[in-house]
Every structure is written in structure tokens, then in C-alpha cells.
Nanobody, 122 residues
């Protein structure tokens, strides 16, 4: 089994900062792309930021310059540093990973965490 567990969400005032973490555990041979998604009530889930195993990053236009994604391949962890938070950043944030579970098979699966709530008050 594979588990992705997010942590670090909470309530913060506009202009504040939060750091989200995602820890992957279980039977893991390799983790390829990872990403953070968010979903606000009544909205579709959207990509916030992604990072390849080599460290290449991609950001949604709405968070560029404010959020920074990073990962530690040795620890199977990923983080999202969020600065200058705005009320419109309020959402449940989900961790996502493309994971190969065994060296015996090249099959990759897409796994999701349960989500962590981020609320930004004005």
C-alpha cells in the first residue's frame, strides 16, 4: 500500500504564511511527478504547483511568486511554502504523487492524500 499524508494546514490572516508538507509511505520504489492541488467549496480541483523528480517546477499563475514547491527525494517528502496568502487561497489542499511501487513492474499509479484545510481570513 501507499499513503500520502498532508500536514501543516490551518487558519491564517491575509498576508501570512503557511508551509504544507506531504509524506509518502508504504511500498515505494520510485516517485516521479508530485504536486499540490486545491479545491474550494463549489469549485473544481485545480493544480497549484508541481515538481518533477529532477526538481523542475510548475506553478499556477495565481500563486506564482508567492508559493514555492520543493521535495526531498531521499525522504519521500514534498513541501509547499505559501507566502502572502490571500482569502482566495482558502481551500482544501491535496498532495498528489505518481508512484512506481516495485522494481519488478514499470507500472505507475497516481495517489492522493486526504487533504488539509487552509483558511485565510481577510
Amino acid at each position: 500500500q501507499v499513503q500520502l499524508v498532508e500536514s501543516g494546514g490551518g487558519l491564517v490572516q491575509a498576508g501570512g504564511s503557511l508551509t504544507l508538507s506531504c509524506a509518502a509511505s508504504g511500498t515505494i520504489f520510485n516517485i516521479y511527478g508530485m504536486g499540490w492541488y486545491r479545491q474550494a467549496p463549489g469549485q473544481q480541483r485545480e493544480l497549484v504547483a508541481s515538481i518533477t523528480s529532477g526538481g523542475s517546477t510548475n506553478y499556477a499563475d495565481s500563486v506564482k511568486g508567492r508559493f514555492t514547491i520543493s521535495r526531498d527525494n531521499a525522504k519521500n517528502m514534498m513541501s509547499l511554502q505559501m507566502n502572502s496568502l490571500k482569502p482566495e487561497d482558502t481551500a482544501t489542499y491535496y498532495c498528489n504523487g505518481e508512484i512506481q511501487r516495485s522494481w519488478k513492474s514499470i507500472t505507475r499509479g497516481t495517489y492522493w492524500g486526504q487533504g488539509t484545510q487552509v483558511t485565510v481570513s481577510s
